[in-house]
């Protein structure tokens, strides 16, 4: 059993700063990959971010240039930086890590608010 814990998330003004970190804990699996997702009011679940183990990352065009994806060595944590943030950026923001086998966890998701 893997386990995602979101934290980070919170009300911010537009144009300013969040950090958004995962840790990981339980079995231990090896991911293929980690990522950010997220989901604002009556819209789908999107990818914001994804960084494979060997180190290639991956944006939305929505968040290129404004948020930056990191991961520890031990892969037990991911984060993403969120600059120059927008209000169309409020959304429930959600940890996820993928297996080999394709098999996806997920965090319960943090809530970022952009006021204008």
């Known amino acids: 059993q893997v386990l995602l814990v979101e934290s980070g998330g919170g009300l911010v003004q537009a144009g300013g700063s969040l950090r958004l970190s995962c840790a990981a804990s339980g079995s231990l699996i090896t991911f293929r990959s980690m990522g950010w997702y997220r989901q604002a009011p009556g819209k789908q679940r999107e990818l914001v971010a994804s960084?494979?183990?060997?180190?290639?990352?991956n944006y939305s065009d929505s968040v290129k240039g404004r948020f930056t994806i990191s991961r520890d060595s031990t892969w037990n944590t991911a984060a993403l930086q969120m600059n120059s943030l927008k209000p169309e950026d409020t959304a429930v923001y959600y940890c996820?890590?993928?297996?080999?086998?394709?098999?996806?966890?997920w965090g319960k998701g943090t809530l970022v608010t952009v006021s204008s």
């Open positions: 996820n890590a993928r297996t080999w086998g394709n098999m996806d966890y």
């Open positions: 960084i494979t183990r060997g180190g290639y990352s």
